[in-house]
């Protein structure tokens, strides 16, 4: 069995939201409001009978709107905090004791996965759900027609094998993040020193880079959209790129 139970509907006052979500028994308030603002984020790609694979599902905003555009998902998240990587500020918990800062990081990741529960059994959803490592989601999962990495690769050191384990499944990748438009490979370094709260974030790839890594796995990028999306920290709406690759 590669898909987990459902869990039971948790209490709404357990949940942590990364997404805004509009529930049937009101709205709630996430880190990113996405609402009417999903086909720009997945480049505009019509999903209606498409498999779907929804990679870092968090609340599952990008589930739930693809399943009501008639997409059958599979959504996937870590198992464990011991999957994230942070930067290495010396006085932080993350370096100092990493047990602790593994069960603080749990409690969060499960208050989210509550979120995405809580959701699943508001809206009805027939969504699937497996949670492991991003590097090597299983092939058991079966073929997709599209895999959705969505402001997901800015958080991992490594972004080469998360796309690496999502193009062994899919043939259209979805990317959208911080991306710099150099069409020479460049890997900016986005950590500072003097910023020990912002230990989540680590590169931003030129469009450059994703070509070729995307090349060498027999994808070639189809098109580059851009939007504008509102995060709870910045009073103005951040523009975000939106990858679309297909398979060659």
Not at 46 to 64: E, M, Y
Not at 155 to 161: A, T, V
Not at 199 to 223: K, P, Q, T
Request: aromatic share 12%.
């Amino acid at each position: 069995m590669h898909y987990v139970e459902p869990w039971p509907v948790p209490d709404l006052q357990d949940c942590h939201w990364y997404h805004t979500l509009d529930l049937p028994s009101g709205r709630v308030a996430g880190e990113w409001d996405l609402r009417g603002r999903f086909d720009d984020y997945v480049g505009r790609l019509d999903l209606s009978g498409k498999r779907v694979l929804d990679i870092g599902t968090a609340s599952g905003f990008l589930t739930w709107e693809a399943e009501r555009r008639g997409a059958q998902v599979v959504s996937f998240d870590l198992d464990h905090a011991s999957r994230q990587k942070l930067l290495p500020f010396r006085d932080s918990i993350y370096m100092r004791d990493r047990a602790e800062s593994e069960r603080q990081r749990e409690h969060f990741f499960d208050g989210m996965k509550r979120g995405y529960w809580y959701c699943h059994h508001a809206f009805g959803s027939s969504a699937k759900v497996h949670y492991g490592n991003i590097e090597r989601i299983p092939l058991e999962l079966g073929h997709f027609d599209v895999a959705l990495l969505c402001s997901v690769l800015e958080h991992l050191p490594d972004h080469i094998q998360a796309i690496a384990s999502a193009a062994s499944l899919a043939d259209t990748l979805v990317i959208t993040g911080p991306l710099t438009d150099f069409d020479d490979r460049r890997a900016e370094f986005v950590g500072y020193a003097s910023h020990p709260a912002a230990n989540f974030s680590f590169w931003r790839y030129s469009i450059g880079v994703y070509r070729e890594v995307l090349a060498m796995l027999g994808f070639r990028i189809a098109r580059v959209t851009r939007s504008r999306y509102q995060h709870v920290a910045t009073p103005a709406p951040i523009e975000l790129p939106t990858i679309v690759a297909e398979r060659n």
